[in-house]
């Protein structure tokens, strides 16, 4: 059974700085593209962030330049560290692994961008 496991989300005030983490496997980690999407009360859910197990990385328009994600094999981990966080940036952010066989999705983290 595949398990991501998010973490790092929390409330924080506009221009301010979180890092999201995602565990899983090292096997789906070395396999997958890893993407990080989020969804905001009654909107859909959209991709923001992907790295490849190349380390090719891409990113949604509206994050460029303040989002960035990485990946560390030896801690099975994928981060998203985001700066200058918008209130626009509300919304519970999702781990997914796309392995050649399918996708898999972590349970998310919520991120609060408020003063």
């Known amino acids: 059974q595949v398990q991501l496991v998010e973490s790092g989300g929390g409330l924080v005030q506009p221009g301010g700085s979180l890092r999201l983490s995602c565990v899983t496997s090292g096997s789906i980690l070395r396999l997958s593209t890893m993407g990080w999407y989020r969804q905001a009360p009654l909107k859909q859910r959209e991709l923001v962030a992907a790295?490849?197990?190349?380390?090719?990385?891409n990113y949604a328009d509206s994050v460029k330049g303040r989002l960035t994600t990485s990946r560390d094999t030896a801690k099975n981990t994928v981060f998203l560290q985001m700066n200058t966080l918008k209130p626009e940036g509300t919304a519970v952010y999702y781990c997914n692994a796309k392995p050649t066989w399918s996708s898999y999705w972590g349970k998310g983290t919520q991120v609060t961008v408020s003063s």
């Open positions: 790295i490849t197990n190349g380390c090719t990385t």
